[in-house]
């Protein structure tokens, strides 16, 4: 499972992109608020052969849906859900409610449930995880591009992590290019974002251990890799 919204040159996410992530082995795509950023991308929110998913808690009669099984394996069916945060992010539907509407429809044989919790304010990322605890198998975050060193299995077996941070250039602010965003803090006038494109690239993220037959998380090892420039 990858969070792909930003994998257009820093905003956004394109068909062409999205299906290169898919042939490199991605299952799921999921998102967040910048889904929106590149309008070619809409149609394939509403396809069903490989999933992209934008967050639950948009309104009824958004294009796309925020929750899907997929197959692990070919044998074990693994539910994945995609919310939003609402914390200094746009005023949408509460994702702790819709997190209970979307276990409410998993079907029954589905054991193994991931949730994507796309939010900026480490407090509601930590509320979910525990409001979702021992109920889905991990509630790894997203969206700050920063990654946390909070991972661990919470009580009642859910893996938790607040933030999976980004895949993208090290030598950067969020994967953009320095000196743009430092003149942006300095001037304070508006500043067109680049991403940086020199340097090492870094690639964030969490691998989880998860009993198939309870659902039940059994570890969980944050991923930060640092690739070198190639010579």
């Known amino acids: ?53 934008r967050p639950a808690n948009y309104p009824p009669g958004t294009p796309g849906r925020g929750v899907h099984v997929v197959m692990a394996a070919g044998r074990w069916p693994v539910g994945i859900i995609n919310l939003q945060g609402r914390t200094f992010m746009d005023p949408i539907d509460s994702p702790f ?39 889905v198998s991990a509630v790894i975050g997203t969206h700050t591009h920063i990654p946390t060193a909070d991972e661990r299995i919470l009580p ?25 965003i430092l003149r942006g803090f300095v001037t304070q ?16 993220g969490a691998e989880i251990e998860v009993d198939p037959d309870s659902g039940k998380a059994l570890s969980i090892r944050r991923v930060y890799e640092i690739v070198p420039v190639s010579s």
């Open 189 to 204: 006038l508006p500043v067109r974002h680049e991403v940086a494109r020199t340097g090492p690239t870094v690639v964030s």
């Open 1 to 53: 499972m990858a969070n792909g919204e930003n994998a257009a040159g820093g905003v956004g996410l394109t068909p062409p992109i999205a299906e290169e992530l898919w042939r490199v082995g991605v299952d799921v795509l999921t998102s967040g608020n910048h889904i929106w950023s590149k309008k070619e991308i809409v149609p394939l929110l509403d396809q069903d052969d490989r999933p992209l998913l």
């Open 97 to 135: 409610r819709i997190a209970d509407q979307c276990l409410g429809t998993m079907p029954d044989d589905v054991r193994v449930i991931l949730v994507d919790f796309h939010a900026e304010a480490t407090s509601e990322k930590v509320a979910l995880g525990w409001y979702l605890n021992g109920r």
């Open 156 to 180: 009642g077996g859910t893996a938790y992590l607040t933030d999976a941070g980004m895949c993208g250039p090290l030598d950067s602010v969020l994967g953009v290019e320095t000196e743009i």
